[in-house]
């Protein structure tokens, strides 16, 4: 793939954010739950995790509302990238089915400073399927998702999914999947870009 840098966006959780490796850590230390990462087989993991739902809803409050607060890093390689893009051709674009976006930016921020304000839009749509609107209206072509079903929303209306690969999404499609975000950097047509 050459993708021109200004036609590729991303989802925030399981692709710029290691936010399901801090689920698993705060369900240890929080609740005494021992989940093995891996084993998060299904996106609605309450069907294969084994967890009290008030206890998963206590730990979602904490990384919707406070992403930059707790210990919620970005996956290796993300920041380099995405601060390459930013520069390349602003703003960069990350499309959240969160509810709320100024905690995003405040983690981005935090995390990757380089960054500036004025470089980066973050969309929240609140569900997952009001992202193909959005990417839509955005112009975008190309999205990095971690959720299969969004990919399948969005590909019947021509936008190219790549898939960030994690336990939950190896079955069911065959997308382009990305194991790490020098998987991503080496689609992107930076020369072309400049
Ligand atoms: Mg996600």
Request: charged letters at 25%.
């Amino acid at each position: 793939m050459h993708i021109p840098a200004h036609e590729i966006a991303f989802d925030f959780d399981g692709v710029v954010a290691d936010t399901f490796r801090l689920f698993v850590e705060m369900a240890k230390t929080e609740y005494n739950i021992d989940i093995e990462y891996e084993d998060i087989t299904e996106y609605d993991f309450m069907r294969v995790v084994k967890m009290d739902y008030t206890h998963v809803a206590q730990i979602f409050e904490t990384l919707t509302n406070f992403p930059h607060e707790v210990d919620l890093k970005p996956n290796t390689g993300a920041a380099d990238v995405l601060a390459r893009l930013a520069r390349t051709a602003p703003p960069l674009s990350v499309i959240t089915a969160r509810h709320v976006g100024e905690p995003v930016h405040r983690w981005f921020e935090k995390h990757i400073p380089q960054i500036g304000a004025g470089l980066l839009t973050v969309k929240a749509t609140g569900e997952s399927t009001a992202k193909l609107a959005i990417l839509k209206s955005m112009g975008v072509k190309y999205f990095v998702e971690d959720r299969v079903d969004t990919c399948h929303l969005i590909a019947k209306e021509g936008i190219t999914p790549i898939v960030y690969d994690q336990p939950w999404n190896r079955d069911g499609h065959s997308y382009a999947v990305v194991k790490c975000w020098d998987d991503i950097s080496a689609m992107i047509d930076w020369e072309g870009s400049r």
